[in-house]
């Protein structure tokens, strides 16, 4: 199998190469939002947990190792670093108001302050507490200001093979007033390491793909809303909680989605916008409001938002209809050099600052640890800025002049519509996948939209829009030609009666003949070998090598004991990035086919295994010696998650 190329030219420069898919787009985008590196030192494990600035410009970032370093002229090529408080536990959080800083670490919310004007913090106050089992999935995030002074902090659940609730509010938002007054906000919340606020301080949160949860997703909260994992319901009972919904009215036994969930139990509040796991990214993390159009280009009253995976930011553009959010998601901009946790705008509003740490969480961007900051070039980058819900269709939204015949043309556009299964099981593939036709197009007279005409949409439904024929009155091509838009409203139409119900649906795990797991009877009822497999934090596999015979018959056991999904493939030799590239790009079809790509190289494999679970497989290793690498395909694991079969 070739590796695809693409050749590209840097319109400044004149200057042609040929380069990788990936890495294509990686450059494509850096000609509009380049990005720069802060050194740091290198006596300096800055794993960044929060970024904040103070009144005199410089840099605060708050680290996982419970330091608070300053970064003096952070712009500069020669940074200044000096240590401003230390000692405390996971910092996760971090803001600036009025000379002092406000962190959280695993059981407070803290501030602290510089009295004596020598840099370095001296005063350590207790605003709040709350309790903790020692679980080392109980990370806590924040605090972000409200307007009126009141802090937003959140609560990640423990793990103990699913999502638990072990101490009080794990799994949920609290508001927290400056003397310390504690008020419930909501609940639902598994990993909600990313919250924020809209243009009218509406406050959203991420999430990450899980046990109750399909798919990477962000939810507006209200007071009392409930976003969909019920273990933080176990603290609904007490005195202050908005909600009176109890952990037992839970029910995942109706095969719905969550959205037709919320419509029987008015609680729940669905997902503003869903994030398609491993297309979108795999680990939401920080929300970030664009306040102006001179800060990223045209984007004003979006959100840029953060993924730890995939060391990469998304475009979020939000509506309200009927008093209901939903929107789209767009790439933005790839290639960080860690696991992205945190975004700040410098203090002038020109450049975000990124904060980056992989430390148990892999990340593409390959490095442990990292500082960024990524600016606008001033280009407009050819772009679907925004889609709207209309009654019977999108209309569309693109930041350049569009040549009309290929806006107009229908073959311009693929239109399929999908939604997750709201279960206790962790994820889910998309379900109930429906392909769109288009029957009319209409042409805005700002030569910027398109009007597109869609009989039988479906209320509580993702869109994925793909626009990757229309090109700008210039013939570029879209930067990102595909956006991901939930559609929670229908502007005065009726929703299409799609339940998932009587939808055919297949969340079963791909299998072939590649995958055996039963004995074959020409066996005997024994293996020549039999292996064990297992995890270990990380993306990394228990064993790096494993040694077999010629055309021994093996019956290996894989057991996934970590807190995420992973499959287990054996590959040709020096194929494992051939078919780890091929199965990122398997899309919406990646989960179902349990991200094993349809290639010659890909020899065995197991299912896509959740946490806690195993399987056993049955093979013959290759009659051919020589080393046979074994590779986790789940979107981002494989540059990690590999060994090697020794065959002999």
């Known amino acids: 199998m070739k590796r695809l190329l693409i050749h590209i030219c840097l319109l400044f420069t004149g200057v042609c190469f040929s380069v990788g898919p990936l890495h294509a787009q990686v450059l494509a985008e850096g000609t509009y939002y380049p ?5 740091i030192p290198s006596s300096i494990v800055l794993e960044v947990g929060g970024l904040a600035f103070d009144a005199q410009g410089a840099l605060y970032a708050s680290t996982r190792r419970g330091e608070i370093w300053k970064i003096k002229d952070p712009a500069s090529s020669q940074p200044r670093f000096s240590r401003f408080a230390h000692g405390m536990h996971e910092i996760l959080g971090l803001s600036y108001k009025d000379g002092s800083f406000y962190f959280t670490q695993r059981g407070e919310l803290n501030k602290v302050t510089d009295t004596q004007g020598d840099g370095i913090a001296d005063r350590y106050e207790t605003i709040y507490r709350w309790p903790l089992t020692g679980n080392y999935h109980e990370y806590s995030y924040g605090p972000k200001f409200l307007s009126n002074g009141d802090m937003i902090v959140t609560l990640n659940l423990s793990w103990i093979g699913h999502g638990a609730s072990l101490s009080k509010w794990r799994g949920w938002m609290l508001r927290i007033s400056p003397d310390g007054e504690m008020t419930p906000w909501g609940t639902g919340m598994r990993s909600p390491s990313g919250f924020g606020f809209n243009d009218a301080e509406d406050i959203f949160y991420t999430e990450n793909q899980g046990d109750w949860v399909g798919s990477g997703r962000m939810t507006h909260i209200a007071q009392g809303d409930f976003a969909g994992h019920p273990e933080g319901l176990k603290w609904s009972n007490e005195p202050g909680s908005p909600l009176d919904l109890t952990f037992e009215d839970v029910d995942d036994t109706q095969g719905i989605s969550l959205y037709e969930y919320g419509e029987k139990v ?15 990214g795999i680990a ?38 009927e008093g209901v959010y939903q929107g789209a998601v767009f790439g933005f901009r790839e290639g960080f050099s860690s696991g992205i946790l945190r975004l700040e705008w410098s203090p002038n509003k020109k450049e975000v600052y990124v904060g980056m740490t992989a430390r148990g969480w892999r990340a593409t961007g390959g490095e442990p640890f990292g500082l960024q900051r990524m600016k606008w070039s001033g280009r407009v980058p050819f772009e679907i800025h925004s889609i709207h819900a209309e009654s019977d269709g999108f209309t569309l939204k693109f930041t350049q002049d569009l040549d009309p015949q290929t806006a107009a043309n229908p073959e311009s556009y693929e239109i399929t519509d999908f939604t997750y299964k709201y279960h206790h099981n ?4 998309p379900i109930n996948q429906e392909g769109k036709t ?15 005409y869609i009989p039988g949409l479906r209320q509580g439904y993702v869109n994925e829009i793909k626009a990757e024929g229309v090109r700008s009155q210039g013939s570029q091509a879209l930067l990102h030609n595909v956006g991901y838009f939930t559609l929670n409203r229908i502007p005065g139409g009726a929703a299409a009666s799609a339940s998932s119900e009587d939808q055919s649906t297949t969340s079963e795990r791909s299998a072939n003949v590649k995958r055996n797991t039963q004995m074959p009877p020409s066996w005997g009822g024994k293996a020549d070998v039999s292996l064990t497999l297992g995890t270990k934090p990380g993306l990394i596999f228990d064993q790096e090598k494993i040694v077999v015979k010629a055309g021994n018959k093996v019956e290996l056991t894989f057991n996934n004991n970590d807190d995420m999904l992973h ?24 989960e179902e086919m349990a991200y094993v790509p349809e290639m010659e190289e890909v020899i065995y494999h197991t299912g896509l295994l959740e946490p806690g679970s195993s399987e056993v497989i049955y093979f013959e290793a290759p009659t051919t010696p020589g080393e046979y690498p074994y590779v986790c395909t789940f979107p981002g694991h494989f540059m990690t998650m590999r060994g090697i079969l020794k065959v002999e």
């Open 284 to 321: 939401t993390s920080d929300i970030l409001l664009i306040e102006n159009d001179k800060q990223v280009g045209p984007f004003k009253g979006q959100l840029l938002v953060g993924d730890q995976g995939h060391s990469k930011i998304t475009r979020v553009a939000l509506e309200k209809v």
């Open 426 to 429: 962790y994820g889910s593939p």
């Open 266 to 280: 008015p609680a729940v509040k669905p997902p503003a916008v869903w994030f398609p796991h491993t297309i979108m």
């Open 438 to 452: 288009i029957s009319r197009i209409e042409l805005g007279e700002d030569k910027k939209t398109v009007r597109l």
């Open 567 to 590: 499959n287990f493939l054996l590959v040709s030799p020096n194929q494992a990035d051939e078919v780890g590239n091929a199965a990122m790009k398997l899309g919406l079809k990646g």
């Open 35 to 39: 990005i720069e590196t802060v050194t």
